[in-house]
């Protein structure tokens, strides 16, 4: 088996609070994330998606939502956060696997996957199995903290981002480059803002960028706190 950096004799540190509010709260950090599925979904006529990586099961539970009429499923190493996710789904599918290497018997049109392939030790083979089950034509979506950013440079080794289960971190050249090398085509990278600097996320800084978050989500650039990437599988990538 795969080295991971999931400790499943402690606690897990994603088991997040089921609430009205919390799920709210998730639904106004996803805004950017599902603008871009949705974007997609009309754009390639989606019949499937698949997340890598559920967590505590809000952004999977959110798009069987969105998209009653739409096949979703979901994948997730710690079999607790399965049992988490599988308590907010209706119909959707989330079964327990590695993102370093799982097999679904079929394509998906979209593939999400949001703050997990920092946490893997061989990211490459992450981008591998995306690449094997998206549909040519099919839409990678993922999100990752951007070890670029301003945040890092300012906060040095105070920055939230050096975590122990944070194990690849990269810039976003690099993972542009890492995507391109292994055959995607990058349709859109960027990142959000400040929000890795403590002063900037309380009053008044604080209301100005949550205001760039919600009304922009991220921008074409290199210095913000998460990276944003959205690639293409070619149409004769097979």
């Known amino acids: 088996m795969n080295k991971t950096t999931v400790d499943l004799t402690k606690p897990s540190l994603y088991a997040e609070p089921n609430s009205h509010f919390h799920r709210i709260k998730r639904k106004i950090t996803y805004r950017t994330i599902l603008k871009l599925i949705n974007n997609h979904v009309k754009k390639l006529n989606a019949q499937n998606i698949l997340e890598i990586g559920t967590g505590s099961g809000y952004l999977i539970s959110l798009l069987e939502e969105i998209y009653p009429n739409i096949d979703i499923e979901g994948i997730e190493y710690d079999d607790r956060l399965v049992e988490l996710t599988r308590t907010k789904l209706k119909n959707s599918i989330v079964t327990q696997g590695n993102a370093e290497n799982f097999t679904i018997s079929h394509g998906f049109d979209i593939i999400v996957s949001l703050q997990v392939i920092e946490h893997l030790y061989s990211p490459e083979l992450m981008l ?3 690449l094997f089950h998206l549909k040519p034509g099919g839409t990678f ?3 990752t903290p951007n070890l ?5 440079r300012f906060m040095k080794d105070k920055w939230h981002g050096f975590r122990e289960d944070h194990v690849s971190l990269k810039s976003r050249m690099e993972w542009d480059k890492l995507l391109i090398s292994k055959g995607f085509k990058k349709e859109y990278s960027g990142s959000t803002f400040f929000t890795g600097i403590p002063f900037l996320n309380k009053l008044p800084f604080g209301l100005l960028n949550w ?3 919600y009304f922009f989500g991220s921008l074409s650039w290199s210095g913000g706190e998460s990276y ?3 690639f293409k599988k070619l149409e004769n990538n097979i």
């Open 211 to 213: 205001l760039l978050l």
């Open 141 to 143: 979506i993922f999100t």
């Open 228 to 230: 944003i990437g959205v």
């Open 128 to 130: 591998d199995s995306v």
């Open 148 to 152: 670029g950013c301003v945040s890092n």
